[in-house]
């Protein structure tokens, strides 16, 4: 498994979770980071991204100021803290990589080159 997203759960609205996505993709710096998330019956969106070396962040409108996206490349890991969560933000998480998207396209499902496995967020109202 090259990605392996957890710290999803069950949180009521107005709370916080903080997800986790461990790589074993290697050099792990040299890697753009982004989650995305689907909720049940609509498609995939852009949620956040960072640069490989976490100089450069990127939200997706809806979680600017909710949100934060980081990572710890001696840890090869990327986190989102997710705080004042809403019954809208209930979807399935996924954490993805790509070594060589321009941040113009950052947003880009499809040119991301590895994604893990998703976990499940659901925020009760």
């Known amino acids: 498994v090259q990605l392996q997203a957890s710290g999803g759960g069950l949180v009521q609205a107005g709370g916080s979770l903080r997800l986790s996505c461990a790589a074993a993709i290697r050099p792990f710096r040299g890697f753009t980071m982004g989650w995305f998330r689907q909720a049940p019956g609509k498609e995939r969106e852009f949620v956040a991204a960072i640069t490989g070396s976490g100089s450069y962040e990127f939200y997706a409108d809806s979680m600017k100021g909710r949100f934060t996206i980081s990572r710890d490349n001696a840890k090869n890991t990327v986190w989102l803290q997710m705080n004042g969560l809403k019954p809208e933000d209930t979807a399935i998480y996924y954490c993805?990589?790509?070594?060589?998207?321009?941040?113009?396209?950052?947003?880009?499902?499809?040119?991301?080159?590895?994604w893990g496995q998703g976990t499940l967020v659901t925020v009760s109202s």
């Open positions: 993805a990589a790509s070594f060589t998207i321009p941040n113009a396209s950052i947003m880009r499902g499809p040119l991301y080159d590895y």
